[in-house]
């Protein structure tokens, strides 16, 4: 099996091209490369995929063989693989996600992919679609109790689960331990995706990220721009904001007229090989 590992502000994957061949048994595979210290390393497998609704499918699987309906960051990586590796010389690209089809633009200086802005849709507020056990029409600022310590969440779906929690000390958080325990809440009926953001400003946030099936990583796309509705919609922010995670920065922009979130960031490939007993 050939690969590329490539990463998205630290976010990282393994990526395989099926174009022409799919992988048999992806779950078992993405256990296998996702191991730090007997595999590959990374937070999941992303496989690019033929799509008969879009320009390439992108199947996205975490570290602990889950499937994942999407990922921002992932699927930046997925725009500059299919450019810089001559599937596609598109700079408008369409990619079919099991979170719907996502509309990327790509800026290219080179010949090789530096940027990608995504349209990551709208973000979707209504508890039973997120999904979150909550009564209302959505969670926003709402208490939940978590090992004892009532915190404040807003439920926001950016076509996988968030609940994006605000706090003081976003560095000193031990959040291999409440992170696990956010995840497996009986509030989150499909498990996850647990945001803990400080507002530096009206312009800038500063995020970490528990990810259900895969831990704590250096970077989350769409948790980043459920951080950025839940901002606007707790009156913190502006529409407009930089999210700072550990791996490096996101621009996120939730266009209230149109009812989209846009992502935009870089990608990087960190490296080519093959597997010989994988096929």
């Known amino acids: 099996m050939k690969f590329t590992k490539m990463?998205?502000?630290?976010?990282?994957?393994?990526?395989?091209?099926?174009?022409?061949?799919?992988?048999?048994?992806?779950?078992?595979?993405a256990v296998r490369v996702s191991d730090r210290h007997f595999g590959i390393g990374s937070d999941?497998?992303?496989?690019?995929?033929?799509?008969?609704?879009?320009?390439?499918?992108?199947?996205?699987?975490?570290?602990?063989?889950?499937?994942?309906?999407?990922?921002?960051?992932?699927?930046?990586?997925?725009?500059?693989?299919?450019y810089d590796y001559g599937l596609t010389d598109k700079t408008n690209l369409s990619i079919e996600t099991l979170a719907g089809?996502?509309?990327?633009?790509?800026?290219?200086?080179?010949?090789?992919?530096?940027?990608?802005?995504?349209?990551?849709?709208?973000?979707?507020?209504?508890p039973a679609d997120i999904p979150i056990i909550a009564d209302g029409d959505r969670v926003v600022d709402e208490p939940i109790n978590v090992d004892g310590v009532t915190y404040r969440m807003t439920g926001v779906s950016m076509g996988n689960p968030h609940d994006i929690v605000f706090i003081e000390d976003v560095k000193g958080l031990d959040i291999e331990k409440i992170g696990p325990k956010f995840e497996n809440h009986p509030r989150f009926p499909k498990r996850i995706n647990t945001e803990f953001v400080r507002v530096i400003d009206e312009e800038?946030?500063?995020?970490?990220?528990?990810?259900?099936?895969?831990?704590?990583?250096?970077?989350?796309?769409?948790?980043?721009?459920?951080?950025?509705?839940?901002?606007?919609?707790?009156?913190?922010?502006?529409?407009?904001?930089?999210?700072?995670?550990?791996?490096?920065?996101?621009?996120?922009?939730?266009?209230?007229?149109?009812?989209?979130?846009?992502?935009?960031?870089?990608?990087?490939v960190v490296f080519d090989g093959e597997i010989a007993d994988i096929q």
Not at 44 to 72: H, K, Q, T, W
Not at 229 to 245: D, Q, R
């Open 101 to 126: 089809i996502k509309y990327l633009d790509l800026t290219v200086e080179n010949g090789k992919v530096e940027m990608v802005k995504v349209n990551m849709g709208s973000p979707i507020l209504t």
């Open 7 to 29: 990463q998205g502000i630290g976010n990282d994957y393994v990526y395989v091209d099926c174009t022409k061949k799919p992988l048999e048994d992806p779950s078992g595979v």
């Open 204 to 268: 800038t946030v500063e995020m970490r990220v528990w990810e259900r099936g895969s831990g704590e990583t250096l970077a989350c796309g769409t948790g980043a721009c459920a951080t950025a509705v839940a901002c606007v919609l707790n009156g913190l922010t502006k529409e407009e904001v930089t999210v700072k995670l550990l791996g490096g920065d996101l621009k996120i922009k939730w266009d209230r007229d149109e009812d989209i979130v846009y992502m935009t960031g870089p990608a990087t």
């Open 44 to 82: 999941g497998l992303i496989l690019i995929n033929p799509s008969e609704v879009a320009d390439f499918e992108m199947a996205m699987y975490n570290a602990d063989g889950s499937r994942g309906e999407m990922c921002g960051n992932g699927i930046r990586c997925v725009a500059k693989y299919v």
